[in-house]
């Protein structure tokens, strides 16, 4: 049961083969044996699980079931849902219960999926490793010394060890892409706009976007079919006629399925940034998707280079705007002690939030400050526009843009936590991706030394129903991506 796809759970549950209530308590069962090593969710509520199974039962009974309605999903922490303690990985809502659905959470609610529990992360979704969750690390399932990535650790381990059989997660510079890949897991961020971020904790709002992080790109497309769509309440939201984003799976195969589509091979990707093991099963997967019937062109994008600096003062100038609002008055951690308002907000502050966080707070209000807001924050702004432009002249010249997700394997626990920039360069990939807005996927093609491999895979605005097929038709002819750790096949 555990390793069947979305499509097939649902057949199984419009069978009656298996119930919600059977399919929900075979997880819960799951993650009650293993998370204590893995530590990848911080809150499950059975109760309110079974509870949600048994009325996805009534629903499939009636014959009004959809495509995820029983199904069980875990939800990064990040989400706001009612009822529920909401973290987002911090001390600072190490209290928060929230009294309302994020709109993900909403649409899943909807479509009858089951909440299975809250995963860890990065704390507010700042990191690449899951080390700065104030819940702890996630440990990576297939290996428990290594970091699982970030910031959506937590749900990309409940995946990986089969203790969920998909998740949500969120990607302001790589967030889903790159935990995906450290997990042999399939992970999209959409385009800026397509799922809303009402409800969702912000971190940088013109960054953040949420997405799938699933088995298989197949399974992707389902869980995007039911999270993408307008809402009025997120005003970035795009107001678009509803598609479906399984369309280019759902076809028939061909003996070359790809042939026609072009693949741009940026030269920044394939310079010395990533090492030699990655880069080797890089390319063996593109000779892969040559023998599939698609042909390759060279692209450049040269700004590229300085997505990770332009980055690293956009992303922590709007968080420092974003995480004003947890000042200890309206909701999460209050200093028990403090001399006058002042006090208590600095203190509340202070003790709410750990040492990442307060890292990016004062280079987001630094670079926004007076004087420096010109030779900063707008210079960084600048950089973005001239790498959303790299972007579109390559996608005059191609269809699809792949290279790497992540410059290496899933590094060990503690490796770079003391060094900020290190850990930071672990984005060099997916950033520019998020500062331009585009879709991009991480799929897996490989294993170095026993740990996942990652190829990324780009497309242009709203291509995600051609990058998710791109993805499939790969994973049509591989079996990389159905290979899961051993350890927790019991
Ligand atoms: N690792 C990047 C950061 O620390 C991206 C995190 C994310 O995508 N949420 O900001």
Same mark, same amino acid.
């Given at each position: 049961?555990?390793?069947?796809?979305?499509?097939?759970?649902?057949?199984?549950?419009?069978?009656?083969?298996? +119930? #919600?209530? =059977?399919?929900?308590?075979?997880?819960?069962? %799951?993650?009650?044996?293993?998370?204590?090593?893995?530590?990848?969710?911080?809150?499950?509520?059975?109760?309110?699980?079974?509870?949600?199974?048994?009325a996805a039962d009534e629903r499939l009974a009636r014959g009004e079931g959809g495509p995820l309605t029983g199904i069980p999903l875990a939800h990064k922490d990040i989400f706001c849902a009612q009822g529920w303690l909401t973290t987002c990985g911090s001390r600072m809502l190490s209290n928060f219960v929230s009294p309302y659905d994020a709109a993900v959470i909403a649409r899943f609610k909807a479509a009858g999926a089951v909440l299975l529990g809250k995963t860890?992360?990065?704390?507010?979704?700042?990191? +690449? #490793?899951? =080390?700065?969750?104030?819940?702890?690390?996630? %440990?990576n399932p297939w290996e428990l010394n290594c970091v699982p990535g970030g910031s959506s650790g937590g749900s990309a381990a409940a995946v990986a060890a089969r203790l969920a059989p998909a998740a949500t997660g969120t990607d302001t510079g790589g967030s889903i892409r790159q935990p995906a890949a450290l997990c042999n897991l399939t992970g999209m961020k959409p385009t800026y706009g397509v799922v809303s971020r009402y409800g969702m904790i912000a971190f940088a709002s013109s960054l953040d976007q949420a997405g799938p992080l699933a088995r298989s790109a197949a399974d992707c497309a389902v869980l995007l079919n039911a999270m993408a769509g307008f809402d009025e309440r997120d005003s970035t939201s795009l107001e678009r006629p509803t598609e479906d984003y399984g369309r280019d799976i759902n076809t028939a195969t061909a003996d070359k399925p790809l042939a026609g589509l072009r693949i741009?091979?940026?030269?920044?990707?394939?310079?010395?940034?990533?090492?030699?093991?990655?880069?080797?099963?890089?390319?063996a997967a593109i000779a892969d998707y040559r023998r599939l019937g698609a042909e390759t062109v060279a692209v450049s994008l040269p700004s590229m280079s300085l997505s990770v600096a332009a980055y690293y003062v956009i992303a922590p100038a709007e968080a420092s705007s974003n995480l004003a609002r947890f000042d200890g008055v309206r909701y999460g951690h209050r200093?028990?002690?403090?001399?006058?308002?002042?006090?208590?907000?600095?203190?509340?502050?202070?003790?709410?939030?750990?040492?990442?966080?307060?890292?990016?707070?004062?280079?987001?209000?630094?670079?926004?400050?007076?004087?420096y807001y010109d030779a900063y924050y707008l210079q960084a702004q600048r950089i973005r526009r001239l790498i959303a432009s790299d972007f579109a002249a390559a996608f005059r010249q191609c269809d699809v843009i792949i290279g790497p997700t992540s410059p290496s394997t899933a590094f060990r626990l503690g490796e770079k936590a003391a060094d900020p920039v290190q850990m930071y360069l672990s984005d060099i990939y997916t950033i520019a991706v998020n500062l331009a807005g585009l879709p991009g996927i991480s799929i897996p093609c490989g294993f170095a030394g026993g740990l996942p491999v990652g190829l990324q895979l780009i497309g242009n605005y709203?291509?995600?129903?051609?990058?998710?097929?791109?993805?499939?038709?790969?994973?049509?002819?591989?079996?990389?991506?159905?290979?899961?750790?051993?350890?927790?096949?019991?």
């Amino acid at each position: 049961m555990i390793e069947r796809s979305l499509a097939d759970l649902a057949r199984a549950l419009a069978t009656k083969e298996i +119930s #919600s209530v =059977e399919l929900t308590r075979l997880y819960l069962d %799951r993650i009650s044996r293993h998370n204590p090593q893995l530590n990848a969710f911080i809150t499950v509520d059975p109760a309110i699980s079974l509870a949600q199974a048994r009325a996805a039962d009534e629903r499939l009974a009636r014959g009004e079931g959809g495509p995820l309605t029983g199904i069980p999903l875990a939800h990064k922490d990040i989400f706001c849902a009612q009822g529920w303690l909401t973290t987002c990985g911090s001390r600072m809502l190490s209290n928060f219960v929230s009294p309302y659905d994020a709109a993900v959470i909403a649409r899943f609610k909807a479509a009858g999926a089951v909440l299975l529990g809250k995963t860890n992360m990065d704390e507010f979704a700042m990191g +690449s #490793s899951n =080390e700065t969750s104030f819940y702890g690390p996630v %440990r990576n399932p297939w290996e428990l010394n290594c970091v699982p990535g970030g910031s959506s650790g937590g749900s990309a381990a409940a995946v990986a060890a089969r203790l969920a059989p998909a998740a949500t997660g969120t990607d302001t510079g790589g967030s889903i892409r790159q935990p995906a890949a450290l997990c042999n897991l399939t992970g999209m961020k959409p385009t800026y706009g397509v799922v809303s971020r009402y409800g969702m904790i912000a971190f940088a709002s013109s960054l953040d976007q949420a997405g799938p992080l699933a088995r298989s790109a197949a399974d992707c497309a389902v869980l995007l079919n039911a999270m993408a769509g307008f809402d009025e309440r997120d005003s970035t939201s795009l107001e678009r006629p509803t598609e479906d984003y399984g369309r280019d799976i759902n076809t028939a195969t061909a003996d070359k399925p790809l042939a026609g589509l072009r693949i741009g091979l940026p030269a920044e990707f394939f310079g010395d940034g990533g090492s030699p093991e990655v880069m080797q099963l890089v390319d063996a997967a593109i000779a892969d998707y040559r023998r599939l019937g698609a042909e390759t062109v060279a692209v450049s994008l040269p700004s590229m280079s300085l997505s990770v600096a332009a980055y690293y003062v956009i992303a922590p100038a709007e968080a420092s705007s974003n995480l004003a609002r947890f000042d200890g008055v309206r909701y999460g951690h209050r200093a028990p002690q403090y001399r006058d308002l002042d006090d208590m907000y600095s203190k509340s502050r202070a003790q709410g939030f750990g040492a990442e966080v307060k890292r990016r707070l004062l280079i987001g209000t630094y670079v926004l400050s007076h004087g420096y807001y010109d030779a900063y924050y707008l210079q960084a702004q600048r950089i973005r526009r001239l790498i959303a432009s790299d972007f579109a002249a390559a996608f005059r010249q191609c269809d699809v843009i792949i290279g790497p997700t992540s410059p290496s394997t899933a590094f060990r626990l503690g490796e770079k936590a003391a060094d900020p920039v290190q850990m930071y360069l672990s984005d060099i990939y997916t950033i520019a991706v998020n500062l331009a807005g585009l879709p991009g996927i991480s799929i897996p093609c490989g294993f170095a030394g026993g740990l996942p491999v990652g190829l990324q895979l780009i497309g242009n605005y709203f291509d995600e129903a051609r990058l998710l097929g791109t993805a499939h038709r790969y994973q049509q002819a591989t079996t990389w991506h159905l290979q899961h750790p051993d350890q927790f096949d019991d």
